[in-house]
């Protein structure tokens, strides 16, 4: 939740915070829903996209 209000100045919940794996939080967000909608992803899709981006993008260009 630290994080987050770092990030954004707000608090959130529920809370997903995904991290890399020396631990710093790479993505935090806070609602996902369990499968997409109204053009939001979907869980799965958000680990899909950082699975992506860090095995591939990892200077994020």
Same mark, same amino acid.
């Given at each position: 939740?630290? /994080?987050? $209000? @770092?990030?954004?100045?707000? $608090? /959130?919940?529920?809370?997903? #915070?995904?991290?890399?794996? *020396?631990? #710093?939080?790479?993505? #935090?967000?806070?609602?996902i829903?369990? !499968?997409?909608? *109204?053009? @939001?992803?979907?869980?799965? *899709?958000?680990? /899909? !996209?950082?699975?992506d @981006?860090? @095995?591939? *993008?990892? !200077?994020?260009?």
């Amino acid at each position: 939740m630290s /994080a987050y $209000e @770092k990030m954004t100045s707000q $608090e /959130a919940w529920p809370l997903s #915070v995904f991290l890399t794996p *020396d631990q #710093v939080p790479l993505c #935090v967000v806070k609602y996902i829903p369990k !499968e997409s909608m *109204d053009g @939001k992803p979907g869980f799965k *899709d958000v680990i /899909a !996209e950082l699975y992506d @981006k860090y @095995k591939n *993008d990892r !200077e994020g260009s």
